[in-house]
């Protein structure tokens, strides 16, 4: 039985190839073999453990950053950066700075989207951790 991590690890590997409109036999011949279709399974089925090096690896033939791979927070809730309290600090300018430059960046896709990985860098810029950000994502 996979731990509850491997599983959502799982589901977001399968996503992210599916996102790719790649079947598991597709990713092994895209990989020449490298990545073969029934160990990718057990990683996306959350029955095998994947290395942080080929995660990594994944992350980059899937074109999408390895954090984004990972679930954060408890029950892969996300992170949620609660703005209010953050304008009464007097980091909302920080915060929207941040925000208009990502959309700026993001070229396809929903660039109107905030990831949970642009949660996890502005809870870092704003110096807290994912424990002390409040919500769900």
């Not at 089925?45 to 984004?68: F, K």
């Not at 949620?80 to 915060?95: F, N, Q, R, V």
């Not at 430059?101 to 070229?107: E, T």
């Amino acid at each position: 039985m996979a731990d509850k991590f491997s599983a959502l690890l799982g589901l977001r590997l399968r996503a992210a190839r599916r996102h790719r409109g790649w079947s598991l036999g597709e990713l092994e011949s895209y990989t020449g073999g490298e990545f073969k279709a029934s160990v990718v399974g057990a990683y996306e089925r959350g029955e095998r453990a994947l290395s942080v090096q080929r995660l990594v690896q994944l992350a980059e033939i899937y074109a999408v950053p390895a954090a984004d791979l990972l679930p954060i927070g408890s029950g892969d809730r996300g992170v949620m950066i609660d703005l209010d309290l953050t304008a009464e600090s007097g980091d909302g300018d920080l915060i929207d700075r941040y925000l208009a430059a990502i959309h700026f960046l993001r070229r396809e896709g929903r660039p109107d989207e905030v990831r949970d990985s642009d949660k996890a860098v502005i809870a870092s810029l704003l110096e807290a951790t994912v424990n002390a950000v409040s919500g769900s994502g």
